[in-house]
């Protein structure tokens, strides 16, 4: 096939054609037919050659060129595509490294296998502009809500068609347990991720996200897509129930009522929506233990006591609410846990006053032991609040002297015999390490006891060094999450109660010590970071 005039409006004719069909700019029609026609004219004429097609984008005349490029003499390695500057004096007058010299050539005649390995080239491109196309139409649409409808199921996904956008998925996973679904059914999803992959765009849905039900409640509530309210956190059971945090930053709108709305109007679309998805509206608090109250309605919670460096909180309820605040399967305390992002102990309050009372034996055991008390003497220190034995030899007397039955000698004598014990107890550990391998270098640095030296020598690190090589999660233990779960991980020093900013200080201070970290460096960064966190402020 070659060519003509009679065919050439045709080239522009089929361009918009497909373009209109595909819903692709034509132009991308054209440059594909462009580049097919090279091709082919290149199996004509040559591979090595560098010959380039142009379709006038009005009368539809293909215009077959080959092209030359300008080379040194050293880097001419193309006899067909380049020349050098003596040999571009034939076409070109004061020829440069660089300049390229363009000639027209016959067009080529389109055998079978050539028109085929065209056509090849146009589909692939058209398929490739109209994945683009796809992509660049829903990329934005990640984190929305799309309406769809349901095409096929395999092996439990659904696969839904999108209006001019193709196939999407909505994984097993990603389905309410219950939910049934068959071809032509309209289905609502949320678009949680879409990526561009050599297949084309792959939208993945879901209906499960806690994202999804945010979604909805902003479709339900005005109040919320004006910002007027706030979803701050959601936590689901997907088909089976629902906690979700709102505030509102109008004093005279009450969060929790636009939320559910004129008779319960307002949640009960999305439960319909969700296939009777119980859901808990619960007012934000910025104070986590109010906040946690809040979230484990309908129980009453009795006392709340917040581990901010470890992010966990023990909830004390009474006896006949612990099933309520648990939930069946522990449902409501695993929706708390996510909805405040802390790890939730609950207790009783029979069981957290007998852990109390534990307590308090311990400590009292502790000073009876150490600074032979009788048992009485022994629990008033610790009704008085003292819970070791530091705290003894060095507060300020006159905090002992307002126990009853405590005179100036009597409290002398409690804090050398507290000193007293401390210093045998820091000899022996001392002699310990030594005997572990611990250096002078550990051994004297400052701010670690002789019993933290001891711990670390029994890990293993036995010099200042060792010490300076290790991660302050190491020292001061932290949690990290795998498989969804929070996971303790212990600190050598954890039981000194060395803190992760304490931790971090300790380490760099011995490899400022060592030389491995220049100090003036260490205060501009300092200075940097708190300039940052003002800004941020």
Do not use: H
């Amino acid at each position: 096939m070659a060519i003509t005039s009679a065919n050439q409006l045709e080239l522009l004719q089929t361009a918009e054609a497909v373009a209109r069909e595909k819903m692709i700019d034509p132009i991308l029609v054209v440059e594909a037919m462009e580049e097919s026609l090279a091709r082919a004219a290149k199996s004509r004429y040559g591979a090595e050659m560098d010959i380039r097609v142009n379709i006038d984008r009005k009368t539809g005349r293909a215009r077959f060129t080959r092209v030359r490029t300008v080379v040194a003499d050293e880097d001419l390695e193309n006899y067909q595509a380049e020349m050098t500057v003596e040999q571009a004096k034939l076409y070109l007058d004061d020829p440069k490294i660089g300049d390229t010299f363009v000639e027209e050539v016959p067009p080529v005649e389109l055998g079978r296998i050539a028109a085929q390995s065209a056509k090849q080239v146009i589909l692939q491109k058209v398929r490739e502009a109209e994945r683009d196309r796809q992509y660049e139409e829903f990329k934005d649409r990640a984190g929305t809500i799309i309406n769809a409808t349901v095409k096929r199921e395999e092996y439990g996904n659904i696969v839904v068609e999108l209006p001019g956008a193709g196939e999407a998925v909505l994984r097993r996973n990603e389905k309410i347990g219950r939910e049934a679904y068959r071809p032509g059914d309209r289905i609502r999803c949320y678009v949680k991720d879409v990526r561009r992959e050599v297949r084309g765009p792959q939208i993945f849905l879901s209906r499960t996200a806690p994202e999804f039900m945010a979604e909805l409640f902003k479709m339900e509530v005005p109040e919320i897509y004006e910002g007027i309210i706030e979803i701050k956190a959601v936590a689901r059971d997907p088909g089976s129930r629902a906690k979700i945090a709102v505030i509102s930053y109008d004093n005279s709108i009450d969060p929790v009522g636009a939320c559910v709305g004129m008779r319960g109007s307002r949640v009960q679309a999305v439960v319909g929506e969700l296939q009777g998805e119980k859901i808990d509206i619960i007012p934000w608090n910025e104070d986590m233990p109010t906040f946690l109250v809040n979230a484990l309605q309908p129980a009453e919670v009795s006392k709340v006591v917040f581990d901010e460096e470890a992010e966990r909180i023990e909830v004390v309820v009474p006896e006949e609410q612990l099933s309520l605040a648990i939930g069946r399967r522990g449902q409501n305390v695993r929706l708390a846990s996510q909805l405040t992002g802390l790890d939730i102990d609950i207790m009783t309050e029979e069981q957290e006053s007998k852990r109390r009372q534990a307590e308090f034996e311990t400590r009292t055991k502790l000073f009876m032991d150490t600074l032979d008390l009788d048992e009485f003497f022994a629990q008033l220190l610790v009704s008085e609040g003292f819970t070791n034995l530091d705290e003894v030899a060095y507060v300020d007397q006159d905090e002992l002297l307002v126990i009853d039955g405590v005179d100036a000698d009597t409290a002398a004598e409690l804090q050398a015999r507290a000193r007293d014990y401390i210093d045998a107890q820091n000899k022996a550990a001392l002699e310990r390490a030594r005997e572990l391998g611990a250096e002078d270098s550990l051994i004297g640095f400052p701010g670690l006891s002789p019993q933290m030296v001891e711990a670390l020598a029994k890990d293993g690190v036995k010099t200042l060094e060792d010490f300076a090589t290790c991660a302050d999660w190491e020292l001061a233990g932290g949690w990290t999450t795998e498989g969804g779960e929070r996971v303790k991980d212990d600190g050598v020093l954890e039981p000194f109660e060395v803190s992760l900013e304490e931790a971090q200080e300790l380490v760099m201070t011995a490899r400022v010590a060592l030389g491995w970290v220049d100090p003036d460096e260490l205060a501009a960064d300092e200075a940097a970071a708190a300039a940052n966190d003002e800004e941020e402020a």
